[in-house]
C-alpha cells in the first residue's frame, strides 16, 4: 500500500468492517472502551486504506509511514485496522484482553511487535511521534509518522511541551489528529477544565491547523492530502467527531467510553454495523 | 595488602566532563548516535557534542518529560540516543517517560543524570539527587551505573553506546580523584576490586569510592586490611564480587552518595542475605533531603567521609568478632 490516491468508497467499507469488528472484539472480551474506538473508526480506516505507506506483507519495511494510537484505549480500532489490513487473522480479534492474547488491553508492543509504540498512559504519543519523525529526517527516509491524540488527552502537560517543540523543529512529517468527540470519561469536554478555543490553542502553538468533520472521508482524504503539502511546519487535524458513532444507542453517550453493552444490545448494534445502516 | 590505586590520588576531571567529551568522539564514530538535553548542555557538557554535531543534537527545553519521549521515539526509529539533564530532573519529571516508552517499550535509549548526589553543593536540594539510582533501579530492564572517575566514566559511557537496552547513568558536578589508569576496561555488571584485604570489605560507588581508597589507606595505617570494591554498575548488581568478598572478609560496609535505604545499600545487603549473609554497615544519606553548602561541608554534614567510612568499619569488625566467640560458644 504505497501511497496512491485515496478510494473513499473502499475506506468507508473498511471503515465499516472495522466498526463490526470493533463490536464483535468487545463483546468477546466483556470490557474495553467502544465509544473512542467508534469515533475513531473513519480516521484510523483512511490512514490504513489510503493515506499511510505500509506493507502488509512487510511489516517491518523501514520507510513505512509510522501510526501512534496515542489515545491508547481504543485499541480495539486498531486491532480491527490490522487485521482488516491482513497483517494478524480475524480469529484472533476476539482474544482482546484474554491472558496470553498479544491483544493485550492496551496496545504492548513486547506482545504485538506491530504496535510503534506501547500507549494507555496519555499524553506521551506526540513526543513519541517527535522522536520518529526526526529519526526519519536523520535517516533521509521519507516516511512520515501519523500520532491520533484523544481531546481529553490533549489535557495532559506532556502534549503542549511537544506541541510548543515540533513547530519549532518544522518537523513537516509528523502530523497529529485529533479525535475530538467531546466527551471524556468523568465528563463532557469543557466540565472539568477548559480545553477549548482547542484548534486556536494549536494555531497559536505554530502548527498548520486544519478543523474537519471526522466522519466525512472526502474532508478526511482531502486534510490528510494538505498535510503532506506542507513540508516546514506539523499539522493537527482537529477532527469533529461522535463518540460512539455508527451504534444508534452509543452515540454521544458518556457511558460507553469505556464499558460494552450487555447481549441484547450487541446484537442491536452488529444489526445497525451490518445492515448498511450508515 | 595490594592496592590498584596510585596512593596518593591525584585530582581528575568531572565524571561529567568525561561524559561529554565521550560523546564527542561517540558522534564522530557513530552517526547514529543522537543527543538530547533539557536547557542545561553548559552543565552537563552535552554541548561539547552539540558543538560539534548541530543536525544531530536536540535542546528541546525545559521541557523533560518530552525530551525523555522523544528520545525513545528516536531509539524506535533506530537512532542511538543520549538524554540528559540533572539528575533529580531526568529521573523525576521524565520518570513515567523513562517507566512507560524505555523500559515498558524495550527501547535502546541511554539517559546520564549529571549532578547526581549532594556533592554539586550550593544549590541545594531541589537540584540534588539522592534518590536517583533506587528510583532507575526500579524500572525493569533497566541498566543502572555510577562511576567513580574519569576513565570508568568515559569507559561506562561507550558500554551504554553498545549496550541495547534502556541505560541510567549518573555522573557527578565535581572534580573527583583518578582511579584508573587509561585504557582499564569496564563492562556492566563486573565490579572492579581495587584492593585485596581480607579482614572487611568496603563496597562502593560513585565519588564514595575515592573515599573508601583513602580510608582503607588510613585503615591499613592501624592494621586493618580493607578489600575495597568499585560496584560502579547497580543494575545488574555483581552478586559473584559480593558473595565472594563476604566469604573471604566477613564484613561489609557499603559506601554511597544516596539514600542508603532504598539504595546501593539495600541492594547489597539483599545479595548478601540471599548468598552469604555478614554483618554490614551503611554509609549513605539518611531519610532526609540535604541543604546549600560546599561539596566538603555537605560530605561531613550528612555522612560521607573517610571518618564515617573508618567508623562503620570499626562498628562491623565490632560484630565481626562477637559473632565468632558467640560461634566458638
Sequence with gaps: MDAKKIDVTEVARRARNIRRLVIEMLAAAGSGHPGGSLSAADIVASLYFGVMRHRPSEPYWEERDRFILSKGHACPVLYAALAEAGYITHDLLTSLRRFGSPLQGHPDRRKLGLIEASTGSLGIGLSMGIGLALAARLRGSPSRTYVLLGDGECEEGQIWEAAMYAPHLKLGNLCAIIDFNRLQLDAGIGELTDLEPLAAKWRAFNWNVLEIDGHDYGQIADAFGRAASVADKPTVIVASTVKGKGVSYMENQLKFHGSVPDKQDIAKALAELTGGAR | ?329
Design chain 2, 1 to 329: 595488602m595490594i592496592r590498584r590505586w596510585t596512593s596518593p590520588l591525584e585530582l581528575g576531571m568531572a565524571t561529567r566532563e568525561a561524559y561529554g567529551r565521550t560523546l564527542a568522539e561517540l558522534g564522530e564514530e557513530n552517526p547514529r548516535v543522537v543527543v538530547l538535553d533539557a536547557d542545561l548542555a553548559k552543565s552537563t557538557y552535552t554541548g561539547m557534542f552539540g558543538k560539534k554535531f548541530k543536525e544531530r543534537f536536540f535542546d528541546v527545553g525545559i521541557a523533560e518529560a518530552n525530551m525523555c519521549s522523544i528520545a525513545a521515539g528516536l531509539a524506535a526509529g533506530g537512532m542511538v540516543p543520549f538524554a540528559s539533564s540533572f539528575a533529580s530532573f531526568l529521573i523525576c519529571k521524565g520518570y513515567e517517560q523513562l517507566r512507560i516508552c524505555c523500559a515498558y517499550m524495550e527501547f535502546n535509549v541511554n539517559f546520564v543524570g549529571s549532578h547526581g548526589g549532594i556533592s554539586l553543593g550550593e544549590d541545594g536540594p531541589s537540584q540534588q539527587s539522592i534518590e536517583d539510582i533506587a528510583l532507575a533501579c526500579a524500572l525493569p530492564g533497566f541498566t543502572v551505573a555510577n562511576p567513580a572517575d574519569e576513565v570508568s566514566a568515559a569507559a561506562l559511557i561507550r558500554a551504554a553506546a553498545e549496550h541495547y537496552g534502556p541505560v541510567y547513568i549518573r555522573v557527578g558536578r565535581p572534580r573527583v580523584p583518578k582511579i584508573y589508569a587509561p585504557g582499564e576496561r569496564f563492562s556492566f555488571g563486573r565490579a572492579k576490586t581495587l584492593s585485596d584485604g581480607d579482614d572487611v570489605t568496603v563496597i562502593a560507588s560513585g565519588l564514595m569510592v575515592g573515599v573508601a581508597c583513602e580510608a582503607a589507606e588510613l585503615a591499613e595505617r592501624r592494621g586493618i586490611d580493607v578489600r575495597v570494591i568499585d560496584m560502579h554498575t547497580a543494575k545488574p548488581l555483581d552478586e559473584a564480587a559480593i558473595e565472594i568478598a563476604a566469604a573471604e572478609t566477613g564484613a561489609i560496609v557499603v559506601a554511597e552518595e544516596h539514600l542508603w535505604r532504598p539504595g546501593l545499600g539495600s541492594l547489597v545487603a539483599q545479595a548478601a542475605a540471599l548468598r552469604h549473609p555478614v554483618p554490614m554497615e551503611f554509609v549513605g544519606v539518611e531519610d532526609t533531603f540535604a541543604e546549600s553548602g560546599t561539596p566538603e561541608e555537605l560530605l561531613r554534614a550528612y555522612g560521607l567521609t573517610t571518618e564515617h567510612i573508618l567508623g562503620a568499619i570499626d562498628r562491623v569488625l565490632g560484630r565481626k568478632a562477637k559473632g565468632a566467640v558467640e560461634l566458638a560458644r
